[in-house]
């Protein structure tokens, strides 16, 4: 996602540099112009820099761009804490909550670089396809107005439609918790469970993400737009979905570290469903799917059961 934003700020702005924290995979693509392993067959502009020298890529930043793992941003904005300027604005695409601390992205920023102006970007934009051009609708929030309005500007484009929000802990949260429900859409089509159980799974899902949002003081409606219902459909249907891919093999039998191990990106579900399944429990918020799921990824549940035990629930209303 960091390279394919750089291309649309590179649209408007020749001062774009991307940092690869490994040398050798900075010079290879800084001398074959693509980044083989993440965005294989786009072509990277020739202004845009790529190094992995944090200080020529910081130097004289106006906006960072975060887009790593959550599971390794602290790590990693630890080592580049000393030289990022105090005060400029930090972008995070993270999608993700990191585990013992439930801390989200931005709020990982804040710490671990101080207090700065943060927004957070989200919605169905896989990068693979935000990178060929396809037309794709995001939403940026954030607690600076001017922030939120400056990366809309910026970003916005023929092919970007980009909205804002004022609701940054409903647009973070749902684009965390949308892959949990990625890795569970994976599990029914790897069962060849069907669209109408993959259909209901997500129905429900989204109301139990939902309901863990508004216990943290996020808005219901946030859910239902851009950053949830749409990056839901997105990452549950979509063949560049790794969440959904990770559970597909599941749902056929593979184990969860095999799985894993064959995959060079990172599936961010798989630690959330971790944190977020501990954090339900610790506030007593009933999340059915996400329990189901934290057992089959972590105690080694097989997947039907899984399945057969969520379906022979006490029965209940639809909404409370």
């Known amino acids: 996602m960091g390279t394919a934003l750089a291309l649309f700020f590179a649209r408007a702005d020749d001062g774009v540099r991307i940092w690869a924290r490994d040398p050798a995979r900075a010079r290879e693509i800084q001398l074959d112009r693509v980044n083989r392993r993440h965005l294989p067959g786009i072509a990277i502009p020739e202004p845009i820099r790529i190094t992995a ?13 975060a887009s790593v793992p959550t599971s390794y941003l602290r790590e990693t904005l ?4 000393s030289q990022v300027a105090p005060g400029v604005p930090v972008l995070s695409v993270v999608k993700g909550i ?6 989200r992205p931005s709020q990982i920023i804040a710490e671990v670089l101080g207090p700065r102006p943060i927004a957070v970007l989200s919605g169905p934009s896989h990068a693979e396809e935000l990178a060929r051009g396809l037309p794709a609708s995001v939403v940026v929030s954030g607690a600076d107005p001017q922030l939120n309005e400056e990366v809309r500007d910026r970003l916005s484009h023929a092919s970007l439609r980009v ?23 994976g599990i029914c089509d790897g069962l060849d469970f069907g669209d109408n159980a993959k259909a209901a799974l997500l129905t429900r899902g989204l109301v139990e993400i939902a309901r863990l949002g508004v216990d943290l003081g996020a808005r219901f409606e946030t859910f239902y737009g851009l950053a949830g219902v749409g990056d839901v459909v997105t990452t549950c249907y979509s063949p560049y979905g790794r969440n959904r891919a990770v559970g597909e093999r599941i749902g056929r039998g593979e184990a ?21 399944h501990h954090l339900a429990q610790k506030r007593g918020v009933e999340m059915p799917i996400t329990a189901e799921l934290y057992r089959v990824l972590f105690e080694a549940k097989p997947p039907r059961v899984a399945v057969t035990d969520l379906m022979e629930r006490n029965p209940k209303r639809e909404w409370d």
Not at 78 to 81: D, E, I, N
Not at 166 to 182: M, R
Not at 258 to 263: A, H, I, Q, Y
């Open 163 to 185: 909205y804002t929000s004022s609701d940054a802990l409903g647009v973070e949260l749902a684009g965390a918790l949308k892959n949990i429900l990625g890795i569970a859409a």
């Open 98 to 103: 990191e585990f013992g601390t439930f801390a």
């Open 256 to 276: 969860i570290d095999r799985v894993l191990g064959d995959m060079v990106n990172v599936a961010e579900g798989v630690p959330t469903t971790r944190s977020v």
């Open 53 to 65: 020298d944090a200080s020529e890529a910081l130097q004289g930043a106006g906006l960072i761009v």
């Open 78 to 81: 630890g080592r580049l804490a």
